[in-house]
């Protein structure tokens, strides 16, 4: 099956500070989301981004499909913004599109 | 506002329990999924349905069955609750773009 990469596995920045998350993807999929998981267990969908480029707010993202690989940007970092933030690729089998998740890069946000 | 919701935050039950976990979405989406979630595991899909009364097995199926009857209402069922299915399961749906997932609910079996 395909295997979902994300990088790094931890991460602890300064409230203020940028960031970079990394998904790696091995296989070519019909589309890309990025979710990030509250200390409470809400998943909250952040981007439905198949390729290019959007932004909400502090966030951004960049999928470059044919290169296998998003990019979730964090700037001025917030203590809120601590978490799980995972990436997952959709595949359509047939009859449903299903996700497979990434293993999560967990932030935390200190002051 | 999109709203996916879950019968409970949490559960305890007995090795050997039938349990029922329901979801509810009220976005008309026709697709919905039951994941579970364990610490240095991430998210599994246990299975999901596209459809009323449809359902495909994920990744994960052995001890659990799931029921569709109504588009809105996705229920999980653990036949007899065993220690291993401690976990934290999450109800998600989408309607062929982005998913959305209710809150969870973490279950204990002791």
Known sequence: GIQVE???????????????????????VNNLQWFHQNPWGQLINLFYIPSGTKQNGRLSATTVATERYSLLYIS??????????FCAVELTTGTASKLTFGTGTRLQVTL | DVKVTQSSRYLVKRTGEKVFLECVQDMDHENMFWYRQDPGLGLRLIYFSYDVKMKEKGDIPEGYSVSREKKERFSLILESASTNQTSMYLCASNGGREQYFGPGTRLTVT
């Open chain 1, 6 to 28: 994300q990088s790094p596995p931890d991460l602890i920045l300064q409230e203020g500070a940028n960031s970079t998350l990394r998904c790696n993807f091995s296989d070519s």
């Open chain 1, 76 to 85: 001025s970092s917030q203590t809120t913004d601590s978490g799980v933030y």
